[in-house]
């Protein structure tokens, strides 16, 4: 794997190494592939060894997301200007997040990179050097690690997580219809008191991921499909470290402490 890693440092001729003390870690995949846990592993293992560890989510920020919802609404966005506007939040994160982190000497896990525009931009159907000449300001990670699952799988992985949130649902229905009548009780008596108190106060499950209907379901897949293919010709063209997917929890996590370990030594 030790090579592999230095085949990195002698792709991506159009991105720049970076001169910072810190180091860049990268995670790549299709969803559920297990990134962020992986990540998450890696960042107690690195805190305990005594590195100061950064780990970086590529989620939307607020105006990112209010231009998002906008065209939603609208029924449709011009995948060049959604584009753009993914273009324009990581460049956010890496001024903000990023470079700080790796100028203090800090170990950055970033949860998706600009691989994954370079991925799902080009499933969109917009030309690869297009996307590429737009993440110019980003460094080049030392190491970029592929967690590599079939699009059936991802498709398999999705279906689990959502046959959970139903049933967790589902609890705490149960659970909330079970309490019902000591919570009239104390409703009225709060109210009595003038204490009016929200129902979701005492809430225990996080927001869910979306539901997908059998015909959105589809379209993840089509789409999944695409973005594996693009991150396969990338695996190539970047050198990607890659890991399987399938394997246990604990098997990737050992694969990836392996390595991250010996780059820290080199």
Same mark, same amino acid.
């Given at each position: 794997?030790?090579?592999?890693? =230095?085949?990195?440092?002698?792709?991506?001729?159009?991105?720049?190494?970076?001169?910072?003390?810190?180091?860049?870690?990268?995670?790549?995949?299709?969803?559920?592939?297990? %990134?962020?846990?992986?990540?998450?592993?890696? @960042?107690?293992?690195?805190?305990?060894?005594?590195?100061?560890?950064?780990?970086?989510?590529?989620?939307? @920020?607020?105006?990112?997301?209010?231009?998002? /919802?906008?065209?939603? %609404?609208?029924?449709?966005?011009?995948?060049?200007?959604?584009?753009?506007?993914?273009?324009?939040?990581?460049?956010?994160?890496?001024?903000? $997040?990023?470079?700080?982190?790796?100028?203090? *000497?800090?170990?950055?896990?970033?949860?998706?990179?600009?691989?994954?525009?370079?991925?799902?931009?080009?499933?969109?159907?917009? @030309?690869?050097?297009?996307?590429?000449?737009?993440?110019?300001?980003?460094?080049?990670?030392?190491?970029?690690?592929?967690?590599?699952?079939?699009?059936?799988?991802?498709?398999?992985?999705?279906?689990?997580?959502?046959?959970?949130?139903?049933?967790?649902?589902? $609890?705490?229905?149960?659970? /909330? =219809?079970?309490?019902?009548? %000591?919570?009239?009780?104390?409703? %009225?008596? =709060?109210?009595?008191?003038?204490?009016?108190?929200?129902?979701?106060?005492?809430?225990?499950?996080?927001?869910?991921?979306?539901?997908?209907?059998?015909?959105?379901?589809?379209?993840?897949?089509?789409?999944?499909?695409?973005?594996?293919?693009?991150?396969?010709?990338?695996? /190539?063209?970047? *050198?990607?470290?890659?890991?399987? *997917?399938?394997?246990?929890?604990?098997?990737?996590?050992?694969?990836?402490?392996?390595?991250?370990?010996?780059?820290?030594?080199?």
């Amino acid at each position: 794997m030790s090579a592999e890693i =230095n085949a990195q440092m002698s792709s991506s001729s159009f991105l720049v190494p970076h001169t910072y003390p810190g180091r860049l870690i990268t995670a790549e995949g299709l969803d559920g592939s297990g %990134k962020s846990t992986q990540l998450q592993l890696l @960042s107690y293992w690195l805190q305990a060894e005594g590195y100061e560890v950064l780990i970086t989510e590529w989620t939307p @920020s607020k105006l990112i997301r209010r231009a998002l /919802k906008a065209g939603k %609404k609208q029924g449709y966005m011009d995948p060049m200007l959604l584009s753009i506007l993914h273009g324009a939040d990581l460049a956010e994160l890496y001024e903000r $997040d990023i470079v700080p982190a790796l100028q203090r *000497g800090a170990i950055v896990l970033a949860d998706r990179y600009m691989y994954t525009a370079f991925a799902r931009d080009a499933a969109r159907g917009l @030309s690869p050097s297009w996307v590429r000449s737009l993440y110019r300001f980003s460094v080049q990670p030392d190491v970029v690690f592929y967690l590599h699952i079939s699009p059936e799988e991802a498709v398999r992985r999705r279906l689990t997580l959502q046959q959970q949130q139903q049933g967790q649902l589902g $609890d705490s229905r149960s659970e /909330k =219809n079970s309490k019902s009548g %000591k919570k009239d009780k104390e409703h %009225k008596q =709060n109210r009595k008191l003038g204490k009016e108190q929200s129902p979701y106060s005492q809430a225990t499950i996080g927001t869910p991921s979306p539901q997908l209907t059998q015909e959105a379901l589809e379209s993840f897949r089509n789409f999944e499909i695409k973005m594996y293919s693009e991150y396969q010709q990338m695996q /190539k063209e970047f *050198g990607f470290t890659v890991i399987e *997917g399938n394997q246990s929890i604990e098997q990737v996590q050992a694969l990836l402490r392996r390595a991250v370990g010996r780059l820290l030594l080199g």
